[in-house]
T-cell receptor, first 113, second 112 residues
Framework: NAGVTQTPKFQVLKTGQSMTLQCAQDMNHEYMSWYRQDPGMGLRLIHYSVGAGITDQGEVPNGYNVSRSTTEDFPLRLLSAAPSQTSVYFC????????????FGDGTRLSIL | RKEVEQDPGPFNVPEGATVAFNCTYSNSASQSFFWYRQDCRKEPKLLMS???SGNEDGRFTAQLNRASQYISLLIRDSKLSDSATYLC?????????????FGKGNQVVVIP
């Protein structure tokens, strides 16, 4: 009963380093998304995908890349980490049809020094 | 106008009391509505979907008012464990592949 799995749960990076946050879901959901959540800002959409091979930008895409080569996986890449990217990152997925709720992973807490 | 607006609160509620709050949305084509609960620094979890006729789940009641474009959540007989932030979530359009918009949440603090 895995649902949405995010790794790692915690990470500390130095400015300028790159890394990939992993997200996998086993519910055969077409729709996957990445959010960041900062204090007082609510959830902000970074990138999303409506199916394998299809991705699009959300509200705050700068500094991040995504790809969707399979239905199950939706990794988020930080190209050159900056302190402003210190945040909690949530991956989510849902079925691509009306009335379907979104399911979240338990988050990655990322600090950039 | 923001896509989804919520009064952040906090809503300080005595244990056993009733608390209610609304969320307004701007896209008149929205079809799917949800309330999520988020505990401090944890992932949001689905509390309940909101249906056109209104629906209940135990002590929680959700209502949808399409004419005025808002949804509401009412919590009866508040428990200490209800302390959390409640997020309003709305689809931005008619179709399933429309993305979701999240409010910033209503913070509820249940006081013993």
């Amino acid at each position: 009963n895995a649902g949405v799995t995010q790794t790692p749960k915690f990470q500390v990076l130095k400015t300028g380093q790159s890394m990939t946050l992993q997200c996998a879901q086993d519910m055969n959901h077409e729709y996957m998304s990445w959010y960041r959540q900062d204090p007082g800002m609510g959830l902000r959409l970074i990138h999303y995908s409506v199916g394998a091979g299809i991705t699009d930008q959300g509200e705050v895409p700068n500094g991040y890349n995504v790809s969707r080569s399979t239905t199950e996986d939706f990794p988020l890449r930080l190209l050159s980490a900056a302190p402003s990217q210190t945040s909690v990152y949530f991956c989510a997925s849902r079925l691509d049809r009306r009335y379907q709720p979104q399911h979240f992973g338990d988050g990655t807490r990322l600090s950039i020094l | 106008r923001k896509e989804v607006e919520q009064d952040p609160g906090p809503f300080n509620v005595p244990e056993g009391a009733t608390v209610a709050f609304n969320c307004t949305y701007s896209n008149s084509a929205s079809q799917s509505f949800f309330w999520y609960r988020q505990d401090c620094r944890k992932e949001p979890k689905l509390l309940m979907s909101v249906y056109s006729s209104g629906n209940e789940d135990g002590r929680f009641t959700a209502q949808l008012n399409r004419a005025s474009q808002y949804i509401s959540l009412l919590i009866r007989d508040s428990k200490l464990s209800d302390s959390a932030t409640y997020l309003c979530v709305v689809t931005l359009g008619y179709y399933g592949n429309n993305r979701l918009a999240f409010g910033k949440g209503n913070q509820v603090v249940v006081i013993p």
